[in-house]
């Protein structure tokens, strides 16, 4: 065993129980910090994150839209027009500071997963930070596409159907920005959270939690499960329920190809 490798085990025993979480609240303070200079940012140009991020779906000219029509698929924003009021004295302000919290979030959470990587790093082997290094990277790359997934895809769809139903044509649709920032901020970030599954799967199999035959068992089960979820994190139609269940089962069958693969590991290592 090399030498740093000792004395990195004997300085995690000497350690206490208050000295890891001081550690653990160093590390939590500059994730913080690394979302509140996003946030700073997000504020700053606040003109480019709402008329052109947040408000980009409302768009005919928004990319998905664009994209559609090539593929003879028209779902012009000028069918579907809405209203978006505030209502609040102080609602704009505090909506404001809202999205730019959410996107400093967005913006440093592969800073956040260094972060949390480097707190656990001391307890791993070399060669297990080897392997888990690239962790940060490929977390990073599943919540980049469920965050790109649910802005370009879910949300243009959902909006779609949530502003062109209507259960009477007297009856025009007044959102407040409380709403649709609420509603937004749900189909990008609970997206990319989501999409963190097979990575979810990765460590409960390591811990031993989940084993290839159990999820075999209880696919059906999981399925279902799946549905609830996707059912919760979008709007009440059927269109934006299939839109996240399917990747959602396909994340899922990826985590069953690499809950094997970490068996097959292990049964190697031991």
């Known amino acids: 065993m090399a030498l740093d490798q000792i004395d990195v085990e004997e300085n995690e025993k000497n350690m206490s129980f208050f000295d890891h979480i001081s550690e653990l609240r160093s590390h939590i303070v500059r994730s913080l910090i690394a979302v509140i200079i996003g946030a700073i940012l997000a504020f700053v140009f606040n003109d480019f994150v709402m008329n052109i991020l947040i408000f980009g779906p409302r768009s005919k000219d928004f990319f998905t839209y664009k994209l559609l029509r090539t593929i003879h698929i028209d779902m012009n924003p000028d069918l579907f027009k809405f209203t978006i009021i505030n209502t609040d004295v102080t609602g704009q302000f505090i909506m404001g500071l809202m999205i730019a919290f959410v996107v400093?979030?967005?913006?440093?959470?592969?800073?956040?997963?260094?972060?949390?990587?480097?707190?656990?790093?001391?307890?791993?082997?070399?060669?297990?930070?080897?392997?888990?290094?690239?962790?940060?990277?490929?977390?990073?790359?599943?919540?980049?596409?469920?965050?790109?997934?649910?802005?370009?895809?879910?949300?243009?769809?959902?909006?779609?159907?949530?502003?062109?139903?209507?259960?009477?044509?007297?009856?025009?649709?007044?959102?407040?920005?409380?709403?649709?920032?609420?509603?937004?901020?749900?189909?990008?970030?609970?997206?990319?959270?989501?999409?963190?599954?097979?990575?979810?799967?990765?460590?409960?199999?390591?811990?031993?939690?989940?084993t290839s035959a159990f999820l075999k068992k209880y696919r059906r089960y999981a399925i279902l499960a799946i549905i609830v979820i996707a059912a919760i994190v979008t709007p009440p139609d059927v269109g934006s329920q299939i839109l996240v269940s399917i990747p959602l089962l396909l994340l899922f069958e990826v985590g069953v190809i690499i809950t094997k693969r970490v068996e097959k590991n292990a049964k190697r290592e031991s």
Not at 141 to 166: C, E, H, I, K, W
Not at 184 to 204: D, K, N, Q, R, W
């Open 104 to 210: 400093g979030l967005i913006a440093a959470f592969p800073y956040i997963i260094f972060e949390f990587w480097r707190f656990f790093k001391p307890a791993l082997k070399p060669s297990e930070q080897k392997k888990t290094s690239g962790i940060i990277l490929i977390s990073s790359g599943l919540f980049a596409t469920g965050v790109l997934f649910g802005y370009f895809l879910l949300a243009p769809v959902s909006l779609f159907f949530m502003a062109s139903y209507s259960i009477s044509d007297q009856i025009s649709n007044t959102w407040t920005i409380q709403s649709y920032i609420s509603f937004m901020s749900m189909l990008t970030v609970a997206t990319g959270l989501i999409f963190e599954l097979p990575l979810v799967m990765y460590f409960m199999a390591k811990l031993g939690l989940i």
